[in-house]
T-cell receptor, first 114, second 113 residues
């Protein structure tokens, strides 16, 4: 398996623009996580899906952020409108359901909002 | 509620020296414990995990960790580090209540020649 695939790897955009980050899960995995990583706040869980259903979105910063799973193997994280403080590395991770199943991370999308 | 504390934000060490990265957790229920490694410009990779059984767990790249329930610790060790071990290491806990992992703040291991 190719692993969790994220695109794009890098995104530079201007404040106010819409940004869409994409993630393809490992085949067979049914849990999907979006994380954000910054120097100041470390690794933060934004939202968690199980079987395409959002289970916990308490980490989503505000209404400007939204995430979807249109099917079992794909997810998007959208920021509209983007702000400079959204600059971070965004990671997607997938796993099987169950606390003993480790997460498999993608290589991340580095977002810079100017 | 569960939490993870990695006491050392940075650990400098010379090549071929032993290293220990500390991790303490708090949870009111039984836990699953993980160590992940993050190399520059990459995502996190699983290093090792403790689910049950033997408290000494061996992982990839010569790392091992020991689960100590009485001290609620899961310290990571390697007897002899290499320059290529320079990376950030994250401890994580799942309190057996679903898929939610709680990560520590990370420890940056810097191996010097």
């Amino acid at each position: 398996d190719a692993g969790v695939i994220q695109s794009p790897r890098h995104e530079v955009t201007e404040m106010g623009q819409e940004v869409t980050l994409r993630c393809k899960l490992i085949s067979g995995h049914n849990s999907l996580f979006w994380y954000r990583q910054t120097m100041m706040r470390g690794l933060e869980l934004l939202i968690y899906f199980n079987n395409n259903v959002p289970i916990d979105d308490s980490g989503m910063p505000e209404d400007r952020f939204s995430a979807k799973m249109p099917n079992a193997s794909f997810s998007t994280l959208k920021i509209q409108p983007s702000e400079p403080r959204d600059s971070a590395v965004y990671f997607c991770a997938s796993s099987y359901t169950g606390g003993n199943s480790p997460l498999h991370f993608g290589n991340g999308t580095r977002l810079t909002v100017t | 509620a569960q939490s993870v504390t990695q006491l050392d934000s940075q650990v400098p060490v010379f090549e071929e020296a032993p290293v220990e990265l500390r991790c303490n957790y708090s949870s009111s229920v039984s836990v699953y414990l993980f160590w992940y490694v993050q190399y520059p410009n990459q995502g996190l990779q699983l290093l090792l995990k403790y689910l049950s059984g033997s408290t000494l767990v061996k992982g990839i790249n010569g790392f091992e960790a020991e689960f100590n329930k009485s001290q609620t610790s899961f310290h990571l060790r390697k007897p002899s580090v290499h320059i290529s071990d320079t990376a950030e290491y994250f401890c994580a806990v799942n309190a057996n209540a679903g898929n939610m992992l709680t990560f520590g703040g990370g420890t940056r291991l810097m191996v010097k020649p």
